[in-house]
């Protein structure tokens, strides 16, 4: 067991875990072959084998699931959790149960993998927490009124360990002086929990305008602006959205066209429109899930439907470049980072110089910053659906669409391959 990165007790290769990842994301599966604790994982709990495993009901065969209180039946009281194929996650309490007979009802309900909680009277059960802003829990209900165990327990001591949730917060935490607020203009769904954010920082005398799109919420296009130029013998580019996208896309920014006198590269389904050169930044877009920076220098993975666009480096693991520094025109720039936990963050200004947002996303998390410009210079502009602004299906310069879909449940099932690359 491990909270809040504290190891209380030492993984066990191979045994049934609940992991809590730094992201907030909560994943299943058995422990590997090593005691190491990965990569970005805060917390965990283990417990014996899985239940069920890729709807398998007790894979392993286990006949012991804990000891029953003396002078008790076969039969007890007992608890799990699970997660479906489909991502969410399911607790489950009953009265008298074999564990063969609970983990059957969790393969009936669709979890493909399922961890036993714990077991007996007075020690299982599920409390709903009523909080008042100033003064202690004011209400506590059980979710069963059959449940034997008293939930103060939960808010006052207990003697055994026990997961909590709490609400989700879906506006971005302070950071850096910098207050966000939910973006004006069409949000995915669910559209009562807002995904776009916008704040702004103020440096020196310069303002400098931030837009946050929570990950997972949204999916990412690129199209090729009709001025990029065109290579013989490489793959046509895309230029226009799709009509389903068309109605989905919540945001779009332009990123520029490469020039005569650069080589930023572009690819579209994993193969190159714009040769692809090692020593650009490359932003990888995947058809669906998390945005990525690939630095200069790294090997640069594409599927067979990723998109891919290469643009100047403005900060790299923090460092600030010198093309950042570099002053010229006074005009709307803008630039892009992708944080460790896959929140995007766009960031514009009025300004000689792209420092300074390089400056703004570094104080809000960020090591890379690609700057939103092929090097053609192109006026840095956004466009936001439900507002003033519209989105066109293709523009003059490249750009990139975010798309709203519907949430998705943050969990994972948990296969790491090795400590340092889970």
């Given at each position: 067991m491990m909270?809040?990165?504290r190891v209380l007790v030492p993984a066990v290769p191979h045994a049934a875990s609940i992991v809590i990842a730094q992201s907030g994301d909560v994943g299943f599966g058995n422990w590997p072959a090593f005691k190491e604790i990965p990569r970005g994982v805060i917390?965990?709990?283990?417990?014996?084998?899985?239940?069920?495993?890729?709807?398998?009901?007790?894979?392993?065969?286990?006949?012991?699931?804990?000891?029953?209180?003396?002078?008790?039946?076969?039969?007890?009281?007992?608890?799990?959790?699970?997660?479906?194929?489909?991502?969410?996650?399911?607790y489950a309490w009953g009265k008298e149960l074999t564990a063969d007979t609970l983990a059957s009802a969790l393969q009936q309900a669709g979890c493909d993998y399922a961890v036993h909680l714990d077991m007996n009277p007075k020690q299982c059960g599920f409390?709903?927490?009523?909080?008042?802003?100033?003064?202690?829990?004011?209400?506590?209900?059980?979710?069963?009124?059959?449940?034997?165990?008293?939930?103060?327990?939960?808010?006052?001591?207990s003697p055994k360990d026990f997961f909590f949730l709490v609400p989700y917060q879906?506006?971005?935490?302070?950071?850096?002086?910098?207050?966000?607020?939910?973006?004006p203009g069409a949000q995915p769904e669910p559209t009562w929990m807002p995904a776009l954010f916008e704040a702004s920082a103020q440096l020196g005398s310069l303002p400098v305008?931030?837009?946050?799109?929570?990950?997972?919420?949204?999916?990412?296009r690129l199209r090729a602006g009709l001025q990029e130029p065109r290579v013989q013998g490489y793959r046509p580019p895309k230029?226009?959205?799709?009509?389903?996208?068309?109605?989905?896309?919540?945001?779009?920014t332009n990123l520029g066209n490469a020039t005569a006198g650069n080589s930023y590269g572009m690819a579209f389904d994993g193969e190159p429109s714009l040769p692809l050169h090692d020593e650009q930044v490359t932003l990888?877009?995947?058809?669906?899930?998390?945005?990525?920076?690939?630095?200069?220098?790294?090997?640069?993975?594409?599927?067979?439907?990723?998109?891919?666009?290469?643009?100047?480096?403005l900060a790299m693991a923090g460092k600030i470049s010198v093309r950042a520094s570099t002053r010229g025109s006074r005009v709307p720039r803008a630039a892009l980072c992708v944080r460790r936990d896959g929140t995007v963050i766009v960031a514009s200004a009025e300004n000689d110089s792209s420092d300074v947002l390089a400056l703004a996303l570094r104080a809000q998390g960020c090591d890379d910053v690609a700057e939103l410009d092929r090097g053609s210079h192109h006026v840095a502009f956004s466009a936001r659906a439900g507002t003033n602004s519209e989105i066109a299906t293709s523009y003059e310069a490249s750009a990139l669409f975010a798309i709203g879909?519907?949430?998705?449940?943050?969990t994972f099932r948990f296969m790491p391959r090795s400590p340092t690359n889970p």
């Open positions: 909270a809040d990165g917390a965990f709990r283990q417990n014996l084998d899985a239940l069920v495993e890729g709807r398998t009901v007790n894979p392993t065969g286990r006949g012991e699931w804990g000891e029953r209180l003396a002078g008790d039946s076969v039969l007890s009281e007992r608890t799990a959790l699970c997660r479906t194929s489909a991502g969410q996650l399911y409390a709903f927490v009523s909080n008042d802003a100033t003064s202690a829990p004011s209400k506590l209900e059980l979710a069963d009124e059959r449940m034997d165990i008293n939930p103060e327990r939960y808010v006052t001591y879906a506006t971005p935490a302070p950071l850096g002086g910098v207050q966000w607020q939910q973006s305008q931030l837009t946050w799109f929570e990950r997972g919420r949204v999916d990412w230029f226009e959205l799709d009509a389903g996208d068309r109605e989905a896309a919540l945001y779009v990888v877009v995947p058809q669906s899930g998390d945005l990525r920076l690939v630095p200069p220098g790294q090997a640069l993975e594409l599927s067979s439907t990723d998109s891919a666009v290469q643009l100047p480096l879909r519907p949430m998705q449940p943050h």
